[in-house]
């Protein structure tokens, strides 16, 4: 009998300490930062893009119907839509004060800087962007830029 409760007891105490984590008050989330915000939107842009060269290869090989890969396309596509807006979001300054003069609560427009090392070349005529001499497409909105025109001296 004796055996039987102090058995009874290891098990108890074996259990408790298993369970005691378990038990425990659930912290409180930490604000989620930029960075790993921007980690998992990427992580999530990735996973839609192997998923669209999958769908890619099932719809040629005769594995999907148009109808169906048309669906699932379109729907993976939002997926990494989403994931590329996410990612513009988290590496985007933040937003600037208002402009002296400005209506309470407003802020001022965003300006976008053009890369690095890259001669500003104009502003996209569809959003507003900054871009590069250099670029082709508009890294705010992806139209197509205009031609820039030629570097050089003019002739007389």
């Known amino acids: 009998m004796i055996v039987t409760v102090i058995g009874l007891a290891i098990v108890l ?5 298993v369970a005691w984590p378990l038990l425990q008050a ?9 960075d790993v915000a921007a980690g998992t939107a990427e992580h999530d842009k990735d996973q839609a893009l192997r998923a669209i060269r999958e769908a890619d290869f099932d719809h040629r090989t ?8 048309g669906a699932l396309r379109a729907e993976l596509e939002g997926r990494a839509l989403s994931a590329m807006a996410a990612i513009e979001r988290a590496n ?14 407003a802020t001022a427009p965003a300006t976008s800087q053009a890369p690095r090392g890259a001669e500003p070349g104009g502003f996209c005529p569809a959003c507003g962007v900054r ?11 992806g139209k197509k830029l205009p031609a820039a025109p030629p570097r050089g001296r003019r002739r007389a």
């Open 13 to 17: 105490l074996a259990a408790f300490y």
């Open 26 to 34: 659930a912290p409180l989330a930490s604000p989620v930062t930029d």
């Open 62 to 69: 005769g594995k999907l119907s148009d109808e169906d890969y």
């Open 92 to 105: 985007a300054p933040h937003a600037a004060p208002p402009a002296r003069g400005a209506a309470p609560g």
């Open 131 to 141: 871009f590069a001499r250099e670029a082709r497409y508009c890294s705010g909105c």
